[in-house]
């Protein structure tokens, strides 16, 4: 019924760039609170930075001045711009919002729906 796709995740050197990319599919209304998490192997999960309807942004201590959230309603996506990439920048990115969609009878639902991740490596 509903999806999030992320892309964009690879391999970069320390200071280099990558923009993630997360796109809800299916009969999408809007696409809500969304937040970018991520896991370190080993370690738990951690909000990187979040985006409401409005636009207002959060992002968490480790990434503030170098990462940058954005969004895009009329294409359904949400961005995360990731710029001076450090080795602990290193983990599984993953979209996580609360999508409002018409379900199979047409009627109106809203769900909290996680992508299935993309793999970010920092490395020299």
């Known amino acids: 019924q509903v999806q999030l796709v992320e892309s964009g995740g690879g391999l970069v050197q320390p200071g280099g760039s990558l923009r993630l990319s997360c796109v809800a599919s299916?009969?999408?209304?809007?696409?809500?609170?969304v937040a970018w998490y991520r896991q370190a192997p080993g370690q738990e999960r951690e909000l990187v930075a979040s985006?409401?309807?409005?636009?207002?942004?959060v992002y968490g201590d480790s990434v503030k001045g170098r990462f940058t959230i954005s969004r895009d309603n009329a294409k359904n996506t949400v961005y995360l711009q990731m710029d001076s990439l450090k080795i602990e920048d290193t983990a599984v990115y993953s979209c996580?919002?609360?999508?409002?969609?018409?379900?199979?009878?047409?009627?109106?639902?809203?769900?909290?729906?996680w992508g299935q991740g993309t793999l970010v490596t920092v490395s020299s």
């Open positions: 996580n919002a609360r999508v409002t969609y018409y379900n199979i009878i047409s009627y109106r639902r809203s769900l909290e729906v």
């Open positions: 985006i409401i309807s409005t636009g207002s942004t």
């Open positions: 299916g009969r999408i209304v809007s696409v809500d609170n």
